[in-house]
């Protein structure tokens, strides 16, 4: 497990494509779970450890993960991801073209979700039981086949970034769900919680963790790494 930040209060980790965040019906363990014993083990800690979960990521998804360590932690952070203290960065590869601006664009769409089917509809105007859904996007680098975009979360809605990309034309790399020619070798998709930005529920000072870029080849030329 890869731990990017700990204190008392909080914990960080690198989550990878393919874990889950909290247990669910596959009965899988969750990441949850294994810092749960990182924790017990690191610090000797009798009895169960205490971890609350503020925010998941897809099962395909990898990158940066925050959870609280207590109480006081939880409770803040919960009203801080809620209020949009919180700012998360995200990198996505998608195919070239259509050819994305380097300048930051705005996408608004309004989504509706298929719980049978997990998975997230766009529209562009509102419709019944739909979610106004936004973030802000821009190339940060371009190949000949794909292109590395960089995303920023206005909302927090379930599939966004990988439906809102759909709907413009540009499914992530690997997402068969939505849209791509195939998947990626291990069943991920190119989508990263690259960094996450916040004022320290307790301290209150400024808190700004990333992720490091996947061993891949393509993630490696399209960031340079």
């Not at 073209?97 to 989504?111: F, K, N, Q």
């Not at 709907?167 to 190119?190: E, F, M, Q, V, W």
Request: with cysteine.
């Amino acid at each position: 497990m890869d731990v990017l930040y700990e204190d008392n209060h909080i914990i960080i980790v690198n989550k990878r494509s393919g874990e889950i965040v909290q247990g669910d019906k596959t009965g899988d363990v969750p990441l949850s779970d294994l810092v749960k014993a990182y924790i017990k083990e690191k610090y000797a800690k009798p009895g169960a450890v205490f971890l609350g979960v503020v925010h998941r990521l897809d099962r395909p998804v990898s990158g940066v993960v925050v959870f609280a360590r207590t109480s006081k932690a939880l409770t803040r952070l919960n009203d801080m991801f809620r209020n949009g203290d919180v700012h998360k960065t995200y990198w996505a590869i998608v195919p070239t073209p259509p050819a994305l601006g380097e300048e930051p664009a705005t996408l608004t769409h309004w989504l509706t979700r298929n719980e049978q089917q997990n998975k997230a509809y766009a529209y562009n105007r509102e419709v019944p039981g739909a979610k106004k859904a936004v973030l802000r996007y821009r190339r940060k680098a371009q190949g000949e086949r794909y292109q590395l975009v960089e995303v920023q979360l206005m909302t927090g809605r379930h599939h966004q970034i990988r439906c809102q990309l759909a709907a413009i034309g540009c499914p992530i790399k690997g997402d068969l769900k939505y849209g791509a020619r195939r998947s990626n070798p291990d069943g991920s998709i190119s989508l990263l919680a690259r960094r996450v930005e916040f004022l320290h529920p307790v301290s209150k000072q400024p808190v700004c963790v990333e992720a490091p870029i996947p061993d891949d080849n393509l993630w490696k030329s399209l960031t340079n790494d």
